[in-house]
């Protein structure tokens, strides 16, 4: 079987007993391979945690971060379309310049915690999806909506916090538009044995406002238009995009902690 359809293969296997067969992070010791209280366990590193932004200042991204976006410039960016990232920066801020297209980090990551500050035009225009609408987009893939969901009646699975097309957020906890709000996400990509057999679907949670909105949901596969296309088999690690809906949608702040 070639390494392509056995992934496909292994998608209609049960995910939990495939995991059971072969567990994943073989390396890392598992708790009872420790003595409780063990002081001979590796201390965790030391690092300084992130401060909180405010409406008027973002915070300072912890000390172990790759920072994205310091308020400074689009270099650690690229436009999809190929060369330089052509939205505006202004202020600590940049925005989304309709038709410019798609940017995309020059770096690739897979799983991580990312942090993302974004705000919505105001006075908002338009309504449904065609109001303060933008994405992101770990690993290119999978979309984390970002919309105007303030007072804004859309289909559930396209609102704020939504993995399009497949997960409602928990519950609707966006500020008004003109206001900055934060996405804390925990992304966990797919996973493949050595045989290319599919081991793990990706997961994703998502906080809005230090509200969860997203529990550590299963996704079906990547985010399309009208359809939920299955997994395919990707790199562990791909560029992450924010999404250009013709909308001027704002971000700030924006860090990233990869996790191993
Ligand atoms: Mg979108």
């Known amino acids: 079987m070639s390494k392509r359809a056995a992934v496909f293969a292994a998608l209609q296997v049960n995910a939990v007993v495939a995991m059971s067969l072969v567990g994943f992070g073989a390396q890392v010791k598992r708790v009872e391979d420790w003595q409780i209280h063990d002081r001979n366990r590796p201390r965790p590193p030391v690092i300084t945690p992130a401060t909180s932004s405010t409406q008027e200042k973002a915070g300072q991204p912890p000390s172990d971060a790759v920072v994205l976006f310091d308020g400074k410039d689009l270099s650690k960016w690229v436009s999809v379309k190929g060369g330089p990232a052509k939205w505006k920066v202004a202020k600590d801020y940049f925005e989304v310049v309709a038709k410019a297209g798609a940017i995309r980090t020059k770096q690739s990551f897979g799983d991580c915690q990312l942090h993302v500050e974004w705000m919505t035009p105001d006075p908002p225009h338009g309504d449904d999806q065609d109001r303060g609408n933008s994405g992101i987009f770990p690993m290119g893939l999978y979309e984390i909506q970002v919309l105007d969901s303030y007072n804004n009646d859309t289909y559930p ?104």
């Open 157 to 260: 699975d396209g609102q704020a916090s939504a993995i399009y097309g497949q997960y409602p957020p928990l519950v609707n906890a966006c500020r008004p538009p003109g206001r900055w709000q934060t996405y804390d996400i925990i992304f966990h990509g797919l996973r493949f044995d050595k045989d290319g057999n599919l081991l793990r679907k990706v997961h994703i949670t998502v906080f809005q406002n230090g509200v969860l909105t997203q529990d550590n949901v299963e996704l079906t596969g990547p985010t399309a238009h009208k359809m939920r296309p299955p997994y395919k088999a990707t790199p562990v690690k791909l560029p992450l995009e924010l999404q250009d809906h013709n909308h001027p949608v704002r971000y700030r702040n924006i860090w990233l902690r990869e996790l191993n």
